[in-house]
């Protein structure tokens, strides 16, 4: 009956050696880690380097983000009415400006332009022939004001049957296409002659300017006074190599909400030159250069320190054995990684850069090695505990 209940011992339950391996390793994981951070060996330091004080231009800049957009957007429609009876052009062309890109049916504007152009012959013919009666003075006035009105009506008329031909008012790209042969246009067909929408349902063409783009942002509303038309701006665009420049063209004075509820106002950035790997619609980062001063003594940030109100440097004064002096100095405007020096250095002088200082000594990556083999070789041999407990990191205590 024995023998039969050791058969059928249930399966949960496993050797007395595997839960006491178990143990110990959990034993030895927390144990190494409270050794690696409570040891009070001395910290470790990263290398001190050393940096020259010399002069350079400081900046002072709003920063801002934004979107690339096209110089020119240009919304085109029929400003007379007609039935279209050409598209010359569709989605991705290059036009120039001028160019043909639609036509209407001009019959009727046709029509209209004879008859203005009869109605002045016939103004001038009667304006002559009272003249050659001896006309009164009101009946020249009258004559005058009548060629006067067929010569407007005459004007009208031809520039009616130019707008039979929508042409491009920029050089640039076509994006949307919003007409076909038999469409109706102009203000009886929804066009109108309107550039306010780029709805392609309404019977326009737009087309956007290429090479030349500008950044539409926002600054905000503290930063307003200093940001003026004509600064210089340097902007980041994603995907694109280098610093992309441009001027202040335009800052608005009506205040918009941004993403958090604060006020901005909406600021354009001009691209100075002309550009192939810009595309409307991409994100751009940008600085704006509300002042700037050359020759200007600086000193890398990292190496002013503090002594309650005293401001100092170690300035290097054996460079052969990089013993150095405490050197209390006078700083102005601080930009990014440059202090500015008012006194107490002078150009060429080198200070320390303290290193980076954190627990653990040196050695210690050695010693958590040494740690582990033991911890391996003791699982090796059965799961016992090391003999007289962990090693002990420097200055570490029984």
């Avoid at 491009?168 to 203000?187: C, K, W």
């Avoid at 002309?274 to 700037?292: H, K, M, N, P, Y």
């Amino acid at each position: 009956m024995t023998r039969l209940l050791q058969r059928v011992r249930p399966p949960w339950r496993r050797p007395r050696r595997l839960v006491f391996v178990l143990t110990a390793l959990v034993a030895l994981s927390g144990a190494a880690g409270a050794w690696l951070l409570l040891r009070d060996d001395a910290p470790a330091a990263a290398a001190s380097t050393t940096a020259t004080v010399a002069t350079q231009t400081l900046k002072e800049t709003v920063t801002a983000s934004g979107t690339v957009a096209a110089e020119t957007t240009a919304d085109l429609s029929f400003p007379v009415n007609g039935t279209v009876t050409d598209v010359f052009v569709e989605p991705g062309d290059t036009v120039r400006n001028g160019q043909k890109l639609a036509a209407i049916d001009d019959t009727v504007l046709q029509a209209e332009l004879a008859a203005a152009e009869s109605a002045l012959d016939a103004a001038q013919a009667a304006q002559s022939e009272h003249l050659s009666d001896g006309s009164s003075d009101e009946q020249t006035a009258a004559d005058e004001a009548a060629v006067a009105a067929a010569e407007s009506s005459l004007a009208q008329a031809r520039e009616a049957v130019s707008d039979a031909v929508l042409r491009s008012t920029t050089a640039g790209t076509v994006t949307a296409v919003g007409l076909e042969v038999d469409d109706t246009v102009g203000s009886a067909g929804g066009a109108g002659g309107s550039t306010d929408t780029t709805d392609p349902a309404t019977g326009t063409i737009t087309v956007v300017s290429t090479g030349r783009f500008v950044v539409e942002a926002s600054v905000a509303s503290g930063d307003l006074e200093r940001v003026t038309d004509g600064l210089q701006a340097e902007v980041s665009v994603s995907g694109v190599d280098g610093t992309v420049y441009g001027t202040v063209e335009e800052v608005g004075l009506v205040a918009e909400t941004d993403s958090n509820g604060a006020a901005v106002f909406p600021v354009t950035i001009a691209i100075t030159d002309e550009r192939d790997d810009l595309f409307a619609g991409t994100s751009a980062d940008l600085s704006i250069i509300v002042s700037q001063r050359a020759d200007v003594l600086t000193v890398d940030s990292r190496a002013v320190q503090n002594d309650g109100d005293k401001t100092y440097v170690e300035k290097v004064t054996d460079a052969a054995t990089g013993e150095s002096t405490r050197t209390e100095i006078e700083i102005g405007e601080i930009s990014g990684m440059a202090t500015e020096v008012v006194s107490g250095l002078v150009a060429g002088d080198v200070v320390v850069v303290p290193g980076f200082s954190g627990p653990g000594g040196g050695g210690g990556d050695q010693e958590m090695q040494e740690l582990q083999e033991q911890m391996r070789e003791r699982f090796e041999q059965g799961g016992q505990m090391p003999p007289g407990g962990f090693i002990q990191g420097p200055g570490g205590g029984q």
